[in-house]
T-cell receptor, first 112, second 114 residues
């Protein structure tokens, strides 16, 4: 039931783009994205709810393909500050009786 | 606005002992959830409390338990510690359901079991 993230790790140069994928074998209601820097707490990036809506924040955006139960996180023109581990979390229901299950994470390293 | 506070930040225990971790959520947040983080496994959901009631539970043995107080502060307890319990335990608070709202994480309690 744990979503599968790919790739497991990626190294970029500043200014390059990256895509991180999150796939589930279950029908999803929501997909959540968090970033965690080494030694720090995870920080919320965005939530995508059932409906295939694409969201964006600055140069980071995400899509949610309901039919494929997949979400992709797009990082455009990466900056050094983008380095960290990205986790996707999946929710199966919209009600209060639901878990949030996280993937194992994708480690992103941005080099100068 | 104060963030989520977890105590203690670091602790060392031996096998067979028990441990209690504490989490103070952001003021006004009634949902508190707990996660175990180990290298290579990501964030594993333990349980969620809302208004003093356990609302959701992950797939962990009964040695892992928790509770929430009327002021929304939460504690989790691990009894009969095993080496494999060594991990970073993260607490998160939110205004709404954990699968539809933003989670605010604390910096975690790092438990080492010897």
């Amino acid at each position: 039931q744990q979503p599968v993230q790919s790739p497991q790790a990626v190294i970029l140069r500043e200014g390059e783009d990256a895509v991180i994928n999150c796939s589930s074998s279950k029908a999803l209601y929501s997909v959540h994205w968090y970033r965690q820097k080494h030694g720090e707490a995870p920080i919320f990036l965005m939530i995508l709810l059932k409906g295939g809506e694409q969201k964006g924040h600055d140069k980071i955006s995400a899509s949610f393909n309901e039919k494929k139960q997949q979400s992709s996180l797009y990082l455009t023109a990466s900056q050094l500050s983008y380095s960290g581990t990205y986790f996707c979390g999946t929710g199966l229901t919209g009600g209060s009786q639901g878990n949030l299950i996280f993937g194992k994470g994708t480690k992103l390293s941005v080099k100068p | 606005k104060a963030g989520v506070t977890q105590t203690p930040r670091y602790l060392i225990k031996t096998r067979g002992q028990q441990v209690t971790l504490s989490c103070s959520p952001i003021s006004g947040h009634r949902s508190v959830s707990w996660y175990q983080q180990t290298p290579g496994q990501g964030l594993q959901f333990l349980f969620e409390y809302f208004s003093e009631t356990q609302r959701n539970k992950g797939n962990f043995p009964g040695r892992f338990s928790g509770r929430q107080f009327s002021n929304s502060r939460s504690e989790m307890n691990v009894s009969t510690l095993e080496l494999g319990d060594s991990a970073l335990y993260l607490c998160a608070s939110s205004l709404s359901s954990i699968n539809t709202g933003e989670l605010f994480f604390g910096e975690g309690s790092r438990l080492t079991v010897l």
